[in-house]
């Protein structure tokens, strides 16, 4: 079965500071990984993908991630928070393969405070 | 991509009583998802809804507490029956576009749900 690890409930960052939100995750196939961020009031958006290629995936709203296959670890980076990327992130995996399925399997999310 | 529109935003209901939630989507698709998302918590699907057969449900839903509906490639609807507090949480519609790895999710804005 596949799994999503967010070991952090909620991530403080003074506006301006670079962010992470920290995602490692376990899978029997190939992992596909995502990122999704869900502001008040609201559905879950889109931000990043990562399927193939480079390690680092570039998203919306200047956000990046970083794949490591080794830590199993799929980590949200921006260089420069704002105020306004405070909201609720999640983390997800989708599996394909042997022992996987396409199932969409989500963390338990972390909230992002960025303050002035 | 695809705009997901869900109604009620939000409700408050009383125990006992059933919410059927609505979810429209602006385009054709084979599936729709319904997930809960309880605070504090990941997403859990709940189940998948194709067009002209009965829906799957996860392990730990079952139909009689969580009937779905779904008469047509762009709508569904998920009620949920018999609510006791405990089904207080945010419920999600999702559609899913593309196809093999390209595959991508889109999120309704959600329902919350409050049961007194």
């Known amino acids: 079965a596949q799994s999503v690890a967010q070991p952090e409930d909620q991530v403080n960052v003074a506006e301006g500071n670079p962010l992470t939100v920290k995602c490692t995750y376990s899978?029997?196939?190939?992992?596909?990984l995502f990122w999704y961020v869900q502001y008040p009031n609201r559905g879950l958006q889109f931000l990043l993908k990562?399927?193939?290629?480079d390690n680092l995936v570039k998203g919306s709203y200047g956000f990046e991630a970083e794949f490591n296959k080794s830590q199993t670890s799929f980590h949200l980076k921006k260089p420069s928070a704002l105020v306004s990327d405070s909201a609720l992130y999640f983390c997800?995996?989708?599996?394909w393969g042997r022992g996987g399925g396409n199932k969409l399997t989500f963390g338990t999310g972390t909230q992002l405070k960025v303050e002035l | 991509s695809a705009v997901i529109s869900q109604k009620p935003s939000r409700d408050i209901c009383q125990r006992g009583t059933s919410l059927t939630i609505q979810c429209q989507v602006d385009?054709?698709?084979?599936?729709m998802f319904w997930y809960r998302q309880q605070p504090g918590q990941s997403l859990t699907l709940i189940a998948t809804a194709n067009q002209g057969s009965e829906a799957t449900y996860e392990s730990g839903f079952v139909i009689d507490k969580f009937p779905i509906s779904r008469p047509n490639l762009t709508f569904s609807t998920l009620t949920v029956s018999n609510m006791s507090p405990e089904d207080s949480s945010i419920y999600l519609c999702s559609v899913e576009v593309g196809y093999g790895v390209a595959i991508e999710a889109f999120f309704g804005q959600g329902t919350r749900l409050t049961v007194v």
């Open positions: 385009s054709q698709v084979t599936m």
């Open positions: 997800a995996v989708r599996a």
């Open positions: 990562y399927i193939t290629g």
């Open positions: 899978v029997s196939g190939n992992p596909y």
